[in-house]
């Protein structure tokens, strides 16, 4: 099984959120202008009108990985164990942002500490 995610992994999770957050929600409002979101999945739609009021706090739980990189580990195991999931996709940036040498800062913690993590 294989999954596709949101990813950025920083010191901490509110570090992560500063630097990221806004670049990341940018793709999902267009998703959600374009009909990419199912009121079937996301009952919380019904109380969107308009792409902007798409915040971060409603997409986080269970579409990124970002945080600290013990933040990261746990929904990574956590579709593991429930999922069944052995392979991810991470996507780490937008054309909004972060800059490059911030992403591949991240991809190269994600690499030595995530990563690290699982091969051990």
């Known amino acids: 099984v294989s999954m596709m995610r949101e990813a950025w992994v920083g010191p901490d999770r509110e570090s992560a959120r500063e630097t990221w957050g806004d670049a990341v929600m940018q793709p999902h409002r267009y998703y959600y202008s374009a009909g990419g979101y199912s009121e079937e999945a996301d009952p919380w739609l019904q109380e969107i009108d308009d792409p902007q009021e798409l915040e971060f706090d409603r997409l986080q739980e269970d579409r990124f990985i970002f945080g600290s990189p013990e933040d990261c580990i746990e929904p990574i195991e956590e579709c593991h ?24 800062s991240a991809i190269q913690r994600f690499g030595e500490e995530v990563i690290a993590y699982f091969e051990s």
């Open 81 to 104: 164990e429930t999922l069944g999931a052995t392979h991810f996709a991470l996507r780490f940036r937008y054309a909004e942002g972060p800059s490059h040498e911030e992403t591949m």
